[in-house]
């Protein structure tokens, strides 16, 4: 069964830095692209960060470019957010979500156009 943990958000002062972790079970990491996706209050989800490949690649939305670095440690089958020069725009519930390889993408993102599995989602407000 797969299933797709989420931890690590909570109240952070503007300019600060969190990093989200995604535990992942049910499936290994070199066989899915996992991504994250944020919902702000009253917004619909967007899509932020995905690993298209095994090689290292990610891709990143341009409101958070620069900023926030996806990355993965395979031995503990967790990928991870790392968040830095947080805004108060970034305030969202943050999901991972993960879909297999052979999924049907976005040639311009290398993300997949519809995710197969999703976490529960963890919250992260930016305020003063």
């Known amino acids: 069964q797969v299933q797709l943990v989420e931890s690590g958000g909570g109240l952070i002062h503007p300019g600060g830095s969190l990093r989200l972790s995604c535990v992942a079970s049910g499936f290994t990491l070199d066989s899915y692209v996992i991504g994250w996706a944020r919902q702000a209050p009253g917004k619909e989800r967007e899509g932020i960060s995905c690993?298209?490949?095994?090689?290292?690649?990610?891709y990143y939305a341009d409101a958070v470019k620069g900023r926030f670095t996806i990355s993965s440690d395979n031995a503990k089958n967790t990928v991870f957010l790392q968040m830095n020069k947080l805004e108060p725009e970034d305030t969202a519930i943050y999901y991972c979500?993960?879909?297999?390889?052979?999924?049907?993408?976005?040639?311009?993102?290398?993300?997949?156009?519809?995710?197969?599995?999703w976490g529960q989602g963890t919250q992260v407000t930016v305020s003063s």
């Open positions: 690993t298209p490949d095994n090689d290292g690649g990610a």
């Open positions: 979500a993960a879909a297999p390889r052979d999924v049907i993408v976005d040639v311009t993102t290398g993300c997949p156009y519809g995710y197969h599995h």
